[in-house]
């Protein structure tokens, strides 16, 4: 996921689009790295919503539409987070506002823990249609 946000960064949504995917399709045994009380479901949540974004960046919309509708047929944050991106987004062709209001659905206290080694306690507000600090 860490590279993800690094080809976003780098103006490579195609390549981000794939590090994402493969974030979320990881299988175990997963790299340790031994920090506890990392939570991976989370992580992989994030890495949905990221892949979902990064399709609108790269003009995608028939897959970011399509990743919309599956996590509308799902509970938690991943539901809550992307029905505050797609309806603004279809609304308003505006990414940024959509990437707004997302932000703004994630709790304020709610943190992303155990990430990496370099990298602590992360805000989810910050990482939705963000980078890493």
Known sequence: MIDGFTALADDKPDLARQLFSSA??????LP?????????????TIARFQAMYTA??????????????????ND???????????????QTNDLAAAC??????VKED????????????LPIRSLLCGQLP
């Open 24 to 29: 979320i399709n990881a299988q175990p045994p």
């Open 110 to 121: 709610q943190y992303l823990i155990g990430f990496s080694y370099q990298h602590r306690a």
């Open 56 to 73: 609108l960046v790269a003009g995608d919309t028939a897959t970011a539409e399509m990743l919309y509708d599956q996590a509308q047929q």
């Open 76 to 90: 938690g944050d991943y539901r809550q987070w992307t029905a505050a991106l797609m309806p603004m987004y279809q």
């Open 32 to 44: 340790a790295i031994g920090i506890e009380g990392s939570n991976l479901q989370l992580t992989i």
């Open 100 to 105: 707004l209001a997302a932000q703004e659905s």
